[in-house]
């Protein structure tokens, strides 16, 4: 005895909805083999952040940041060979003694600068550029400076590469900050600074933040969110600490 008709055409219906799901899957997973990972690396920074976060550090990230780290591809920002770790929370070495920064630690940093649409965003330390490719994924005109020539060089080609277009990468010493493209909304600085840098106090528009890891070389720094109130007072808070490589140049 066969199964009535209606139970087979609803069989062959349920049986081609499941074939076309897994084809979908198939076919994503070879345009993007990484698309899993970085979703899993997005869960991994929402849990962190609840657990470290307290106080004036965020218990839950900012939807948009989370949704931007979902699409930008860090395995295209770190060395082929340390492809395969790209998605862990971790820093990763990526040449000439430097590091792309922890998933967590951006998620963090980007979330802080509470930027609007459209912000025009200093960063100092372009490293691998991925940082950038998050602010230029939220929609921000970013300017990254970069002292190690070779890096700058690397990142502005790779975030070229990828149609991050509103990325404009300049090699130089970031403590004089970028005085031809201020003012900024924002300034993210992505290496340990013994003090705060005037010059990126001046360049900062009133009603603007700064998050910056403050500390001494190779030690544990604070990172630490500046705030320039609309009758440019200076506003310094310390989040938590961190542990970044250096800024070098001429401070
Ligand atoms: C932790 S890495 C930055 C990671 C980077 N934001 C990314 O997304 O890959 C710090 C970077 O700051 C750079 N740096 C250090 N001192 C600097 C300075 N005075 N001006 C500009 N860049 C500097 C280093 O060469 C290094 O590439």
């Known amino acids: 005895m066969g199964l009535p008709r209606k139970d087979v055409a609803s069989l062959r219906r349920l049986a081609a909805a499941i074939c076309s799901l897994l084809l979908a899957m198939v076919a994503q997973a070879a345009a993007d083999p990484y698309a899993a990972a970085r979703l899993d690396m997005v869960r991994t920074i929402e849990v962190i952040a609840r657990k470290a976060g307290g106080g004036a550090t965020p218990t839950t990230l900012d939807a948009g940041v989370l949704e931007a780290m979902r699409r930008v591809p860090r395995h295209a920002f770190v060395p082929t060979s340390l492809r395969g770790l790209a998605y862990d929370d971790r820093p990763l070495p990526i040449g000439y003694g430097q590091t792309i920064s922890e998933p967590y630690i951006v998620a963090l940093m980007t979330d802080l600068l509470r930027l609007p649409p459209h912000s025009r965003v200093l960063e100092?330390?372009?490293g691998s550029g991925y940082q950038a490719a998050v602010l230029a994924e939220l929609g921000h005109q970013v300017y990254s400076i970069e002292i190690v020539p070779a890096l700058a060089g690397q990142a502005a080609t790779r975030l070229s590469g990828l149609g991050y277009t509103t990325v404009h990468v300049?090699?130089?010493?970031?403590?004089?900050?970028?005085?031809?493209a201020a003012p900024f909304d924002a300034i993210v600085v992505t290496a340990a600074a013994t003090q705060i840098p005037p010059p990126l106090l001046e360049q900062l528009n009133p009603g603007g933040r700064m998050v910056i890891p403050v500390g001494a070389a190779f030690l544990v720094q604070q990172l630490m969110l500046i705030e320039k109130l609309a009758d440019g007072t200076i506003r310094t808070e310390a989040l938590l600490p961190v542990a970044f490589v250096?800024?070098?140049?001429?401070q």
């Open 124 to 126: 100092i330390g372009t």
């Open 246 to 250: 250096p800024l070098t140049g001429g």
């Open 170 to 180: 300049r090699r130089g010493d970031g403590y004089f900050g970028w005085p031809e």
